[in-house]
């Protein structure tokens, strides 16, 4: 993947105050990316700031490798950005919508503006006046019109704010597979971790104006889990499982549930080859299983919590 959009050592201040301090990191093409934060952190200032809508104090941004400050056109050329609610012209069906800003791009074909509104899934509905559509369809045709251009970095702050839980998960499927099938870079703010969990395959995490982390998914989930996972074991004979587990590696930390259910604490880097072993020694021993169900408890929330509690003093909303 190669990178869409750098950003590096912003400063934004509003006289004394400073809102951003010398913010750094980079997206990847292909990918969604979560700015998540706290109201007031300074999320949407920075995009703002990368879409043209506010002046950098100090620092450089990049998209596509074009700068912001020195060649401001051609870096615009590669942003498409949904801020706040996205407006149209209610009297005007979806598709008059997007010909009107058709028009503004010389090289977007009648092949494109066809193309985009099967993307967004509106092909059912795009005939329709926008002053019918639903929040969530809306959405959509904020989308569509974004994407005309074929944007190589995807902006949008606050996307699902108003929506249904229906409407929620129909945008965060068109955005992943706008990422991942479209080779496009989709930032997302927002302050709802249960979504970025969902949807992002990595965070930032911004806090009183500084980036406190950027990672994978993955990874960010682990800073609260830890080294093990848990292995939740549903047998035959749970006491007996649990001597033939002892005899093998007595260091296996196990907790009896049930007659029949156990939990296994195991170490998360070699579980799957710990796992396979087990099984088959309770099998050779005539343990029947029934189920074998790793117990993910950590949520992106509790690694939020724990980052801005360490790094980012107390500013949780």
Partial sequence: MSTALEIKNIEKRFGSRTVLNKVSFETKTGEVFGLLGP??????????MITGLLNIDDGEILINGKSLEHDFEAAMENIGAIVEN??????????????QYARLHKSVTIERVNEVIELVGLSNRINEKVGKYSLGMRQR???AITLLH??????????TNGL?????KQLRDILTNMAHKEDVCVLVSSHLMSEME??????????????LSVDTME??????????????FEVSDSNSAITIITDYNPDIVNSITGDTTFELKINRDSSKDIVSTITDLLVKN???????????????EDAFMEITNVKGGNQIA
Avoid: W
């Fill in 150 to 159: 074929n944007p190589k970095v995807l902006i949008l702050d606050e996307p």
């Fill in 86 to 99: 996205p407006e149209f012209y209610k009297y005007m069906t979806g598709k008059q919508n997007i010909l």
């Fill in 141 to 143: 045709l904020g989308l």
């Fill in 286 to 300: 005539k343990i029947s299983i029934y189920a074998i169900i790793p117990i993910e408890n950590q949520k992106l």
């Fill in 164 to 168: 249904d839980p229906a409407g929620i």
């Fill in 39 to 48: 109201n007031g952190a300074g999320k949407t200032t920075l995009i703002k």
């Fill in 219 to 232: 990874n960010m989930l682990h800073i609260v889990s830890g080294q093990d996972v848990t292995y939740n």
């Fill in 198 to 211: 969902l949807m992002c395959d990595r965070v930032a995490i911004l806090s009183n104006g500084n980036i």
